[in-house]
């Protein structure tokens, strides 16, 4: 109980930037109790009552069932890259080291897309790496582990994908259930996903 009053206290003498940057960034993480007293504070200040719909929304627990049916249908989008409708989307994990004499970069990108086109830019990273991954002490190192990371990923396709699948989901679960589960709303989340989630 103390604990709670503590951070009723806190939540009250934050600035309403702080409230809404919670709301917006931090309200999955957070506890029934102290959900309430984030919705009483966006209540109380006159903030935008859209912020509690958002609050609602990103941190109910998503079920095994409203993950699988998202999934499915998530698979059964237009390519966000080619807008082609071949066969299931999937995901695909891409790692690329390019490196100079004093600098070498490593980046991992996740995206969802079809299978021609994820398969097209994992052999364009490949091809980068090759070219371009040895040129420097780092490079020489990180070069072999990333192609043979790929090689080793190959047995590992479908574990992959539905790795990458639960990230967006769990990532964009709040978007998803105040916008809709349309076609167009979640080709637009996923081409959002795909332009940034680069990790270096």
């Known amino acids: 109980m103390y604990e709670i009053e503590n951070i ?13 940057d ?19 504070e966006i209540i109380k200040r ?9 609050v609602v929304a990103e941190s109910r627990p998503i079920t095994d069932y409203e993950k699988e049916t998202l999934k499915y249908k998530i698979q059964g989008l237009s390519c966000p ?12 994990e891409i790692n690329t080291v390019v490196s100079t004499l004093i600098f070498c970069s490593e980046t991992t990108e ?3 897309l079809c299978e021609d086109c994820g398969n097209k830019e994992k052999l364009k990273s490949i091809v980068l790496t ?3 991954g040895w040129w420097s002490r ?18 590992y396709l479908k574990r992959i994908s539905d790795k990458i699948f639960e990230k967006f989901i769990e990532a964009n679960i709040g978007r998803i259930r105040l916008r809709g589960e349309t076609e167009n709303a979640l080709t637009n989340l996923v081409k959002n996903y795909n332009k940034k989630n680069t990790t270096a």
């Open 81 to 92: 890259n080619c807008q082609k409708q071949k066969k299931y989307l999937r995901g695909f």
């Open 130 to 132: 090759l070219l371009l």
């Open 22 to 40: 919670i709301a917006k960034h931090e309200s999955k993480g957070l506890r029934p109790e102290v959900l309430e007293i984030l919705k009483e």
């Open 46 to 54: 006159n903030l935008d009552l859209k912020l509690i719909n958002w």
């Open 138 to 155: 780092r490079g020489i190192f990180m070069t072999p582990i990333t192609l043979t990371k790929d090689i080793i990923n190959l047995f």
């Open 110 to 112: 996740e995206k969802i």
């Open 8 to 20: 009723r206290e806190n939540y009250r003498n934050f600035y309403d930037e702080k409230i809404i």
